[in-house]
């Protein structure tokens, strides 16, 4: 540590700590003080406002999706973890990557989908789906691949050996990977389950468009439409500490099932399991969730997209404009948070810099919409200049998209020895001057794609967007969710096109690149 | 010992796509015998154990446990022990669990406790394997393995993850409990010393096949071929004329272990050759080209201008000559009349024209 950027003796401490400290009190305060301002309430109302039957609704409403969507994506991902790496099928690494692009279909996308081609005047011939099945099913078709990805990772990262030795103790192929690979894939499981939970308490485009009342449905609600400002603070409170159960319920877990690889050395591969005749209906189950997730709201935004009247393409251009007027410095302004963050977490002897990359993991966890309005309620109250600006919008996005940068970022960093750094202070450079000419070159790929993930987030982000964008800016996002709202399916159709084209696109190249599948 | 086998394999065939790994393998243990197969790595004798295990399908060939066919059976039916290379410890279960995993009844917890006490991991029940070191996940690997009590136990490369100091100490401890437990035992290693000393009978693997097998005394004092020889040890390899009891070599007269006629390599151990001063009696002129002391011995490299290859002499540690120094190679042993390596494309013609006179392979 000594000698380099953040370290005390090294003179550059604050170079990194003090805007490091910017960001992780940018994350907390407003939070802060959300729950003062929640408390201000008059005592004997809290009561009535805390404790109503529909709160109790709404709690059952979030957990129930919360549960079905985590069971849903499960059966989906398990199977295709396994089908794409361990089995003897041909093309792993492409289905691998076709079967992770639903993640570029935002949850109100796959709602507008659905609504648009299903029901009376759909363009298929199926009951509409509303409410708890139309949430669930949405959802997880475009939250499985986090699962798919971790499960993917781990089940290759598993010792084969293990599986072996179980076979020469006398237990069978079936048991021994239900005995043995299966435990040791647990901690990925726990992991895809907290990204996905983390998306659903979070959702809120899927969850109105659909009309199935959860929290954020709900305070979206008393925030646009009753704008009874102490009832939404609570909402949004209340979901916080939904949001903290969560985390707490995971953590727990997690620290009953710690797993570390035993085996030294590279890791031997296991031999490719042949599914003889299931052959068939294994390629089938690969498909199906790619027919689902995207060749059918890729073919119905097409087919809607013709029937969109042609005067209206100018708008085109113009919501593409705002998403990107946003995007744009809000990746680079997430990178200026993640680097001094993910510097000193890696680098730093200091537990409370170190700690302060952990507040950027809250922005992520926070639903958007409790971020956005403890935001709006912070600056009417203490910012008022800022209250409707481009700026607030920009920087509330960054706080909630700083994590994404963090983990490229941190991920590159630990590739960089701390020893590249100590040669060129040993070469006469100051520390500064070190981490410029030494560790900032070696880290941009990492910092680029992070910039790039957040760029990506930022441009089809919906509630912040709607929350905090101010007059005259209507990005892409946006334009969808209020023309699916009216049931304007036409007009709707070549934005939501452009957002799952682009995206679909970049995670595509982004997965490819890096190896991630 | 009994004479009713309890492994044997016959005429094991097994390739990876166009290369072969074992070509007709023939092998017998007999109970409570510890066995080992020694080869350079590559050699399948890894393939070999799994082949044992029921890891690997053979393409041809058999294999009998205690008389029964079990060329067909899935692993889990064998009930053969198996100590990975990496010990494939279960990092999900803890030391205690990993053990009673192979168990099975009421007992198993006990039975599991009294097998990881029996390798001196009985303190050690709650620990995760992530939390032990090589030598200790190597014991615990060791009960896993041992506590089921299977008919036979297979080690692959058990020592070769741990440190040169722990090795031999570990390797004894293992042997000991091998023979308390009366455990039949097939070992595959490529290091020779641990094959030597740790095996009641030693196999030689080249290129999928077992050179020799024999007491390793016998497989070391009298190599067959050229590759036992010089993989086994150190081993100058002369050609010559057999003429009975001797053969007339660039050294000289050699005696032989065994009588021989016509043209013969000899393979003689560098400890069976002594240097004498120039001006003496006994033995053709060479030149020292290298020396090496180790402590105990000491090695020369000696050049003699008639062969090719450099002749290797080992002498006490007190052994005065130095580099460049002449002096004269003098027989002091026997040798061993070796055959021919039975390997296609090799000829024996190799030994005497290129590459060093001595091999130390794996040390």
């Known amino acids: 540590m000594r000698g380099s950027l953040g370290s005390r003796r090294g003179g550059g401490h604050w170079v990194l700590g003090v805007p490091a400290l910017l960001t992780g009190g940018a994350l907390l305060v407003p939070l802060l003080y959300l729950i003062l301002r929640a408390l201000e309430a008059d005592p004997a109302a809290l009561g009535t406002i805390v404790l109503r039957p529909k709160n109790l609704a709404l709690v059952a409403n979030t957990l129930a999706l919360l549960a079905g969507v985590l069971a849903l994506s499960t059966v989906i991902a398990v199977p295709l973890a396994f089908l794409t790496t361990r089995t003897a099928l041909r093309g792993k690494r492409l289905w691998a990557t076709l079967l992770t692009l639903p993640l570029a279909v935002p949850g109100y996308v796959g709602a507008y989908v659905l609504l648009a081609t299903t029901g009376p005047g759909g363009i298929l011939p199926l009951p509409r789906l509303e409410g708890f099945g139309g949430a669930t099913v949405v959802l997880s078709f475009v939250l499985y691949p986090y699962l798919f990805l971790g499960l993917r990772a781990a089940l290759s990262g598993v010792d084969p050996g293990t599986e072996e030795a179980a076979r020469t103790l006398g237990v069978g192929p079936l048991r021994a990977f239900f005995r043995v690979t299966l435990p040791q894939i647990l901690p990925a499981l726990l992991s895809g389950y907290l990204v996905i939970g983390l998306h659903v308490l979070g959702d809120f485009g899927t969850v109105s468009l659909l009309r199935y009342e959860t929290f954020s449905y709900a305070i979206y609600v008393q925030y646009d439409a009753a704008f009874d400002r102490v009832y939404a603070a609570w909402l949004a409170l209340l979901l916080l500490f939904l949001t903290g159960g969560l985390l707490l319920i995971e953590g727990g877990l997690r620290r009953r099932i710690a797993v570390a690889r035993v085996s030294k050395g590279s890791a031997k591969k296991a031999p490719d399991v042949r599914l003889g005749r299931a052959t068939p209906w294994a390629y089938l189950y690969l498909l199906l969730p790619l027919l689902l997730a995207l060749v059918v709201p890729l073919v119905a935004l097409i087919h809607l997209a013709r029937r969109f009247p042609g005067d209206h393409l100018h708008g085109l251009g113009e919501a593409l404009a705002h998403s990107a007027l946003a995007a744009g410095p809000t990746a680079l302004l997430a990178l200026g948070m993640a680097l001094p963050l993910a510097y000193l977490a890696v680098r730093s002897r200091s537990p409370l810099l170190r700690g302060l990359e952990r507040l950027a993991y809250l922005g992520y966890a926070v639903p958007p919409l409790a971020l956005g309005l403890a935001w709006i309620f912070f600056t009417l109250r203490g910012l008022p200049f800022l209250y409707g600006t481009f700026a607030l919008w920009v920087l509330v996005l960054a706080l909630h998209f700083v994590a994404e940068a963090v983990a490229p970022v941190r991920g590159a960093l630990h590739q960089v020895p701390r020893r590249l750094e100590e040669v060129a202070r040993t070469l006469g450079k100051g520390p500064v001057q070190a981490f410029f000419r030494v560790t900032f070159p070696l880290l941009w790929r990492g910092a680029a794609a992070g910039g790039a993930v957040v760029f990506v987030g930022a441009s089809k982000e919906l509630p912040l967007s709607l929350l905090l964008a101010p007059m005259g800016y209507r990005p892409l996002s946006v334009r969808v969710f209020s023309y699916t709202r009216e049931a304007m399916f036409a007009e709707a159709a070549p934005f939501a096109l452009l957002i799952v084209v682009l995206s679909a696109a970049f995670v595509g190249v982004l997965l490819w690149s890096e190896h991630l599948v | ?363």
């Open chain 2, 1 to 363: 010992m009994e004479r009713t086998p309890r492994l044997v394999l016959e005429g094991i065939s097994k390739g990876f796509g166009r290369t072969q790994v074992l070509e007709g393998v023939d092998l017998v243990v007999f109970p409570q015998e510890i066995v080992a197969i020694l080869g350079p790595s590559g050699c399948g004798k890894t393939t070999l154990l799994r082949v044992v295990a029921g890891l690997e399908t053979p393409e041809e060939g058999r294999v009998s446990l205690d008389g029964t066919d079990i060329s067909a059976w899935p692993p889990e039916k064998r009930g053969i022990g198996f100590v990975f290379q990496d010990y494939a410890l279960f990092p999900h279960l803890t030391v205690w669990g990993n053990v009673a995993f192979g168990l099975r009844g009421r007992d198993r917890w006990e039975r599991a406790r009294r097998a990881l006490e029996r390798v001196g991991m009985g303190g050690f029940l709650q620990r995760r394997p992530g939390e032990l070191s090589g030598g200790e996940q190597q014991r615990v690997a060791l009960a896993r393995a041992l506590a089921p009590e299977p008919p036979l136990l297979l080690l692959d490369e058990p020592f070769s993850s741990l440190d040169a100091e722990l090795r031999a100490s570990t390797r004894a401890e293992v042997r000991q409990i091998l023979k308390e437990t009366r455990t039949t035992a097939l070992l595959v290693t490529h290091d020779q010393e641990e094959a030597l000393s740790f095996a009641d009978k030693l196999g030689v693997m080249r290129e999928g096949r077992i050179e020799q097998v024999g007491p390793p005394e016998e497989v070391y004092l009298r190599p067959k071929t050229p590759f036992v020889a010089r993989f086994l040890g150190r081993a100058n390899l002369l050609s010559g004329e057999g003429c009975g009891r001797y053969a007339e070599t660039v050294l000289g007269r050699v005696p032989v272990t065994e009588p021989v006629q016509g043209p013969v390599v000899v393979a003689l151990r560098p400890e069976a050759l002594r240097l004498r001063p120039p001006q003496g009696e006994g033995g053709p002129l060479g030149q020292v080209v290298a020396r090496e002391f180790k402590g105990h011995d000491l090695t020369y490299r000696v050049c003699l201008p008639s062969v090719a290859e450099d002749v290797v002499v080992q002498e006490g540690p007190e052994s005065p000559f130095r580099v460049g120094e002449w002096v004269r190679v003098a027989v002091a042993g026997a040798g061993v009349p070796l055959r021919a390596t039975p390997h296609p494309g090799v000829r024996p013609s190799f030994l005497g024209s290129r590459g060093p006179g001595v091999a130390r392979l794996g040390t």
